[in-house]
């Protein structure tokens, strides 16, 4: 039985939503990709295009997860050991490119911490150490971290610094 059968609607919404914003944040980008991919892309764009990216598909996947009448907490722990593969690659290869630690801010620490809190929490509701309910607050916030990097990557950091 899923253990979090309780939360039915609120995963099946979130599907949705989190289904509609990698639309958009596809459409945001396909409207300059030169700007985020392209050989004269900022880095921090691209970085920011990655994790926004990143975000939004584990919030699409753990709550379709949620969704599955059996495992579903097995496939969320399965989910972000993906994330946390593919955040530490990208942290990798951004340290190897920049020559070290020089943009530390900008590696995506938040991230890595995001996804291992996220598997710590999921392992937690196996155990029943741990409130179903904690991967509501993983997902909300993610929610917010996606948004909040998708902002920037439209221009906001730099309008902020301009102004």
Sequence with gaps: ?????????FFAAS??????????L??????APE?????QA????????QRAFTALVNVFFVSLAALMPHSAVRVMEVVALLAIVQIARAIFM???SDGGLKNWQHL????????????????????RAVSPD?????VLGLYAYALGTSWNLLGAKGAAKAA
Excluded at 15 to 24: D, Q, R
């Design 1 to 9: 039985m899923n253990e979090l059968g309780e939360l039915h609607e």
């Design 15 to 24: 599907v949705g939503a989190a289904a509609a914003l990698i639309g958009l």
């Design 26 to 31: 596809f459409v945001a980008i396909s409207i």
């Design 35 to 39: 700007k985020v991919f392209g050989d």
């Design 42 to 49: 900022d880095a921090d764009r691209r970085a920011d295009a």
């Design 94 to 96: 951004r340290v190897r």
């Design 108 to 127: 995506g620490l938040i991230s890595l911490g995001i996804y291992v809190f996220e598997l710590i929490a999921a392992q937690g509701v196996v155990t």
């Design 134 to 138: 904690k991967l509501v607050y993983f």
